[in-house]
């Protein structure tokens, strides 16, 4: 039986007459950009979250750029960021005119702490951006004790939860991505700010359209990036099931420890017992290549996503920290997804478990 990376299809099945039924009244209703549907999930994504302002934007990238100047990061400023994460969150540095400045993680987690934080810090920080890797959740109020406003990249923890609150609600400002794999994907590209400051919500409503609140008078340079119509018609049918997703995703997790994965590999370790909605599931091993090709030779899905940390991607090597990220390394080394989804059986997960098994790698360490 081979088992799939992960399996976005089965859990939108039975929303499939009801997302239909919303692309129609979308359709009939010919508004397109910056309508009721756009306001409608905006209110309904900040209830969810706790928060007071959601404003949809065209991608997570997008998202974090729009972000980062709606706090006031702009030319001269620096910008903490984790190298081990998805390109885009370094990328969306720059355009802000303000630098990246790489910071590490630890590779239990693979998120940002507050010590790989301060060691990053200069007179010139102006903002830490924390990336919530695999639907972890990072210690923001910790990095927000050290007195840098924190954005909470949340792109990949839609549906996690913290003892504080859930990620998005608990900094200056988030931000989500709705690209389709995600836990909560639109039908193409999407994404969103979030933030419980009035003004910071009115200066990413600004920038998503031009720099204008009324469409008439332009005070900023800004961007065209909103979310459209029909994507936030169809993330409107997909948020109320987001938790139970979720909490299949931790089922799925659960499957696997009891299957006995942890004797094999090192298992993703939750930041201060947070409840993640593991986007990916992301183990370790020291001989991660050998074990890809092994699950590969077995028909289980895998990836080694962030092989090469971003802060040695080619266009980042102005930006090239001046210390070694030691935690980032051996995460980028000897990480490795494995399936990953919310309808991912015991029977899945025991499958994986014994190509795992099968590869005999031995021990993590
Ligand atoms: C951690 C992280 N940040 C940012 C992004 C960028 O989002 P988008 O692809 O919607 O621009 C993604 C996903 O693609 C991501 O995983």
Redesign the pocket.
Known sequence: MSVPLFDTSTPLAPLRGEIDAKLAEVIDGSRFILGPEVEAFEDELAAYLGARHAIGVA??????TLALRALGVGPGDEVVVPSF??Y??AEAVPPTGARPVFCDVDPETFCVTADTVRAALTPRTKAVIV?H?FGNVAPVAEIEALGVPVLE?A??AAGSRASEGRPGSLGAAA?F???PS?NLGAFG???AVVTSDDEVAERVRMLRFHGSRDKQTFDLVGYNSRLDELQAGILRVQLPHLDTWADGRRRSAAHYRDEGLGELVDLPLPVNGCEPAWHLYVIRHERADELAAALKAAGIGHKAYYRVPTHLQPAMRDYAPAGELPGTTEAARTHLAIPMSPVLSREQAAEVVAAVRDAGLGRPH
């Open positions: 991608n997570g990238t997008d998202a974090l994460t998805f885009a969150s990336v890797l990249d792109a990949q931000t991505s709705f690209f995600k590209d999407g994404g």
